[in-house]
Nanobody, 121 residues
């Protein structure tokens, strides 16, 4: 199982970034996916989630109306579009799959390596 994030970087307040997470090694199309983030000195927190079909999404209150999670099951990728970024959005962002189906059964608690997002002027 591999989850590889990309798209992080340094952006000014009010700017935008689009994170991507490319998945491999499991049946992506039947897997719910999430984005988490962890700021220095803080606990990891859920940012957004999306069901396997993409029909249902959920967001942390702090990012509602600014962030959008989406997925492309044909390409095994999940995105996080982040607009109107604020300094408090600075964190390492992680792609997460709570349960994935592989040949031998199910694997749980699967994390990517993370990508740094820094919002600063």
């Amino acid at each position: 199982v591999q989850l590889v994030e990309s798209g992080g970087g340094l952006v000014q307040p009010g700017g935008s970034l689009r994170l991507s997470c490319i998945a491999s090694g499991f049946t992506f199309s039947n897997t719910a996916m999430s984005w988490y983030r962890q700021a220095p000195g803080k606990e990891r927190e859920l940012v957004a989630g999306i069901t396997d079909t993409g029909s249902i999404t959920n967001y942390a209150d702090s990012v509602k109306g600014r962030f959008t999670v989406s997925r492309d099951n044909a390409k095994n990728v999940v995105h996080l579009q982040m607009n109107s970024l604020k300094p408090e959005d600075t964190a390492v962002y992680y792609c997460y799959a709570p349960r994935v189906q592989v040949d031998i059964g199910w694997l749980y608690d699967n994390w990517g390596q993370g990508t740094q997002v820094t919002v600063s002027s």
